[in-house]
T-cell receptor, first 111, second 112 residues
Framework: KNEVEQSPQNLTAQEGEFITINCSYS?????LHWLQQHPGGGIVSLFM?????KKHGRLIATINIQEKHSSLHITASHPRDSAVYIC?????????????WGLGTSLAVNP | KAGVTQTPRYLIKTRGQQVTLSCSPI?????VSWYQQTPGQGLQFLFE???????NKGNFPGRFSGRQFSNSRSEMNVSTLELGDSALYLC???????????FGSGTRLTVV
């Protein structure tokens, strides 16, 4: 079992729908990252969270440290939101604090 | 402000050869990490450097090595290339472990 699990693995939505992508982790963390990878490979950092909630435009990220769970929400989804969304956590064990990656959620938003 | 620069963008090598990939981080960023991405495998962590020291290493064979220079630029080397090493190799830079990451566009390596 991966230390960082994302669900769903694949998601198809219609334009305008509200989308939720989930990330669960099993280690103690100092921070959680959400990133977006478009076809062609480019990766963009969306959020870095250690508690609570952050909002940027139509994107909202929440984290519940006690439940070891984070969600990424997209409101009023658009075809340009089609991408792979990746969750990564910074392990807070030891001195090196390894970054552990989920396998990503592939989102397709149809017009 | 220049982003993270990876060179070359594309590379074709034959089995048994070695390859060196380069990553220039954003100015002021002292942390550089390397990842391998293959279809269906997601991002696989290779190693992370901070101020010229390797802080973390993923589960890759010793054929994969890296280093970071005093100007924070980093290189990754793969020796005795295998067909399975064909992948997109991504580099990310950060001010440090408590900061967000900026990724480069990657180097697509094809081993034939």
């Amino acid at each position: 079992k991966n230390e960082v699990e994302q669900s769903p693995q694949n998601l198809t939505a219609q334009e305008g729908e509200f989308i939720t992508i989930n990330c669960s982790y099993s280690v103690g963390i100092s921070a959680l990252h959400w990133l977006q990878q478009h076809p062609g490979g480019g990766i963009v950092s969306l959020f870095m969270l250690s508690s609570g909630k952050k909002k940027h435009g139509r994107l909202i990220a929440t984290i519940n440290i006690q439940e070891k769970h984070s969600s990424l929400h997209i409101t009023a989804s658009h075809p340009r939101d089609s991408a792979v969304y990746i969750c990564a956590v910074r392990d807070n064990a030891g001195n090196n604090r390894k970054l552990i990656w989920g396998l990503g959620t592939s989102l397709a938003v149809n017009p | 402000k220049a982003g993270v620069t990876q060179t070359p963008r594309y590379l074709i090598k034959t089995r048994g050869q070695q390859v060196t990939l380069s990553c220039s981080p954003i100015s002021g960023h002292r942390s550089v990490s390397w990842y391998q991405q293959t279809p269906g495998q997601g991002l696989q962590f290779l190693f992370e450097y901070f101020s010229e020291t390797q802080r973390n290493k993923g589960n890759f064979p010793g054929r994969f090595s890296g280093r970071q220079f005093s100007n924070s630029r980093s290189e990754m080397n793969v020796s005795t290339l295998e067909l399975g090493d064909s992948a997109l190799y991504l580099c990310a830079s950060s001010k440090g472990p408590s900061y967000g990451y900026t990724f480069g566009s990657g180097t697509r390596l094809t081993v034939v």
